[in-house]
DNA sequence: CGGAATCCCGGTCGATACTG
DNA sequence: CAGTATCGACCGGGATTCCG
């Protein structure tokens, strides 16, 4: 059983929703991977300041939610390629959402900030 | 200066942006405001489970960032209302899609495991 | 290369009690 | 009614080390 980061669901499946997605680097991680498959250390590198601790924690959590998929190559050096799921890329009009709202609202906020 | 709960903005107004929505509470707390003006206990009474130290930190974050704006009537006994912004107006579509999605695609798998 | 295991610190949050 | 104050447990997550 994984850890629930908020609260009990069931009255409420929009905290079972914010639960998948809400995550220190989730949604990040949502974009790379949306945007084509990517190899471990490839969005390690993506992601600057996130740990390996961290990242593998990350997708793992995807993938128990059924988001990502996990394929391994068995060979030398060893391979592991994450991907969307078909349940993933039904995230992609809410995350496009939330890129539209941050890019229209938020930016230019911070833009103005400094 | 409010803590940062996801790491610096700047490189992606993404992260910005799931950091004014992403809390454990929240966009609950987002939909029932949006639905009309709610009152302090008002608000505890519709989140069971929501201690007054937690409601009064998460409205008082979401004030801060621009999102709800909190109205204090001088009178006895207190009354303090708190409503959308114009700028959480703009967070509409993106509530909307959380809704839609978490509806479309989330519930389903919560009814269905028990 | 892609992790797992361990240690450990600091923030988060619940519980409880008090106030204008 | 609408909060604030204080205390303490818990755990998220960074750093480091080791493994197949």
Redesign the interface.
């Known amino acids: 059983m994984r850890k629930q980061r908020?609260?009990i669901?069931?009255n409420?499946?929009?905290?079972?929703?914010?639960d998948?997605i809400?995550g220190?680097w989730k949604?990040?991680l949502l974009?790379h991977i949306m945007d084509g498959t990517k190899r471990f250390n490839e969005l390690g590198r993506l992601l600057p300041?996130l740990t390996q601790r961290m990242l593998t924690n990350q997708l793992r959590e995807l993938e128990a939610d059924g988001v990502i998929a996990r394929t391994v190559y068995l060979e030398v050096p060893p391979k592991v390629e994450y991907s969307m799921t078909p349940?993933g890329m039904?995230?992609e009009?809410?995350l496009k959402?939330?890129?539209?709202?941050?890019?229209?609202?938020?930016?230019p906020?911070?833009t103005a900030e400094e």
């Open positions: 908020h609260k669901y069931g409420c499946p929009v905290e079972a929703a914010m998948i809400s220190k949604v990040v974009f300041g349940f039904t995230l009009p809410l959402a939330l890129w539209v709202w941050s890019e229209t609202h938020v930016k906020r911070l």
